[in-house]
């Protein structure tokens, strides 16, 4: 069976944070934030707006729309963003779902941080492929971490790029005549060493929330040791980007020498920079999300978006990204349109 992307939707909060503004709030220069930590602006969510499932309501009604499918002609609507939701413990894949009219699709959920896009695509491509009476999938994704960002703790800067936002996909089972791209291959690995190096403190069972912990300010994300996560991450993280990245393409009949385009997880500029080097990729290859900051797993959804009108059928692209857990993944998308 081939599985095809028909539709691609996003959405984007109004209120947007400037360089100049993430640097007056940290006493960070401005040039830091913009230049290495890559963020000329990102956009972030009122306190009572824009909550990640009426985020992802916005950028599914545009893929929809994109994909000309009715909200009734869905099979399934997977949800793959951040697990800061709405409520704690909830479905918001079903309550996407009901609004947008989709009642009679199936609505799960699936996490992988900010590696999720790659992950989705290779579990809805999967689903596709072994259930006859599933033909029509939307995924779903939204974040708003920014909200539980401390943008005084200095241990947690590299958090300092993240933004809010969301995307939605259309995956439709042998529809080559509306298809944006086909979906390929994908690969993934995670090393579970680091599972605990990024955690919210409070609000779990180990510590469940408290008069304490909020005046303690356990609630936000933290680094339990900043300089030993650095330090193995460096090691690490680039043979690891590498690896998925080449099990996909190979996978799929491809070699990086194929990349038309790379849709990359928003890192600081220099180690994008670097992954682009390694892959060959030339200025025109890849997008930086210097406009939008780190998402979580919309960043690849954003870039798609952003290059879409330069794409051409045939094109080669890579989708990559990289969650804290830590998980690396990759997927591979051949353009159509």
């Known amino acids: 069976m081939t599985v095809h992307v028909t539709g691609l939707g996003t959405y984007l909060p109004d209120v947007v944070l400037t360089g100049a503004d993430i640097a007056a709030r940290t006493d960070i220069?401005?040039?830091v934030v913009v230049e290495k930590m890559g963020v000329r602006q990102k956009h972030v969510c009122p306190?009572?707006?824009?909550?990640?499932?009426?985020?992802?309501v916005a950028?599914?009604?545009?893929?929809?729309?994109?994909a000309a499918l009715r909200p009734d002609e869905l099979d399934a609507v997977r949800y793959h963003g951040s697990e800061f939701k709405d409520y704690v413990v909830w479905n918001a894949a079903a309550a996407v779902a009901h609004t947008l009219g989709a009642d009679g699709a199936s609505a799960t959920e699936s996490y992988a941080l900010c590696a999720g896009l790659p992950v989705a695509l290779r579990e809805a491509r999967a689903l596709l492929d072994a259930d006859a009476g599933m033909d029509r999938i939307l995924l779903v994704a939204a974040s708003r971490e920014e909200d539980l960002v401390d943008y005084d703790d200095p241990d947690t800067s590299f958090m300092f790029n993240f933004g809010s936002g969301a995307t939605a996909l259309v995956l439709e089972a042998d529809a080559p005549n509306r298809a944006l791209a086909r979906?390929?291959?994908?690969?993934?690995?995670?090393?579970?060493?680091f599972s605990e190096d990024v955690v919210m403190p409070a609000g779990g069972t180990r510590r469940p929330p408290s008069e304490d912990s909020v005046a303690n300010d356990d609630h936000a994300l933290r680094v339990p040791d900043h300089e030993r996560m650095k330090r193995r991450l460096g090691e690490v993280s680039l043979p690891n980007f590498r690896q998925v990245a080449d099990e996909a393409l190979d996978r799929s009949g491809y070699d990086r020498a194929n990349i038309d385009f790379a849709a990359i997880t928003h890192m600081k500029r220099s180690?994008?920079?670097?992954?682009?080097?390694n892959f060959g990729l030339g200025p025109d290859d890849h997008l930086y999300l210097d406009e939008y900051g780190h998402v979580q797993s919309c960043d690849q959804g954003l870039a798609l978006d952003e290059a879409r009108d330069d794409l051409t059928a045939g094109d080669v692209v890579l989708c990559l990204a990289a969650g804290t857990g830590y998980t690396w993944a990759a997927s591979v998308l051949e353009w159509c349109a």
């Open 29 to 31: 220069p401005e040039a």
């Open 59 to 66: 950028a599914a009604e545009d893929a929809l729309a994109d």
């Open 271 to 277: 180690f994008h920079e670097t992954l682009c080097e």
């Open 183 to 193: 979906v390929r291959e994908s690969a993934s690995l995670t090393d579970g060493s």
């Open 47 to 56: 306190p009572d707006e824009d909550h990640p499932a009426e985020m992802c």
